[in-house]
């Protein structure tokens, strides 16, 4: 029986060097340590840009939260307006046509998931927490049912009727009671959507922005880092080819926030 690989890759804090020896004695042996980080297993469903049709594969990358962010915004069950009626995030598939708030139907080029473990170490600053959205809470039918994303997940917000709508991170309206932040008694699969440009799509009845960089995401990452994260896209070459944002303003993440820890 095969052993299924780890969704989080927690490594010992410290490896074993060979032992230095200081004043010719061997009694001031110390061995070096070395921090070692951590890495998750990132699942990947898109369209080959060659031949137009579906593969999936699976990567192992830093667990770092500009990473993660681009993997987790709504939980395994989450329904997701389609062409067809609601569908099962889990259940979609590359290419099928998406309901978007703001262009008709388009069809999803990539389709990202990862796990979210629970109960992890306190050293290991990654996402371990979901936000729970309750039935109705943000209006009829929106969610309906309970929804389930990543902290970092925004939604499109409008604070009244004379403002102008925003995305803004679930995170920010938590308030213990129609929003609420949890921790998963067992892993949850978390996933995100990409299209050709921003898309805001529905999520249980909710408006949820699709995965597009963060503004100046490149002076985060060194240049072979940005290598690594781009290749989990087989869709886009460089960053430009993510396409224009969607036409609102993107409060940002707070980073302290986002990679949180049990």
Known sequence: MNTPRPALVIPASTEKRPFQVHNNSALSARPIRRATALTRRFQIASLDPSSGKAQEFVRIAPALPVFENAFASLARGTLIATQDGPVAIEDLQPGMMLRT??????????????????????????????????????????????????PGARMLHR????????????????????II??????????????????????????????????VRIETRMSREMLALFLNL??????????????????????????????
């Open 159 to 178: 604070p009244t009727r004379d403002q102008q709508a925003i995305l803004s991170p679930l995170q920010n309206h938590c308030d213990g009671e129609s």
């Open 181 to 214: 932040r949890i921790s998963p008694p067992t892993p949850v699969s978390v996933f995100h959507l990409a299209f050709a440009r921003q898309q805001i799509i529905y999520a249980n009845g909710l408006e949820i922005e699709s995965y597009h960089p963060e």
């Open 233 to 262: 896209f087989p869709h886009v070459e460089n960053l430009d080819d993510f396409g224009p944002a969607a036409p609102y303003l993107r409060l940002p993440l707070d980073q302290s926030e986002t990679a949180l820890s049990a």
């Open 101 to 150: 708030a703001d262009n008709g139907f388009q069809p999803v080029l990539w389709i990202g998931s990862m796990t979210i473990v629970p109960h992890i170490p306190r050293h290991a600053k990654t996402i371990c927490t979901l936000m729970r959205v309750t039935a109705d809470s943000l209006g009829l039918n929106r969610p309906m049912p309970d929804l389930m994303l990543a």
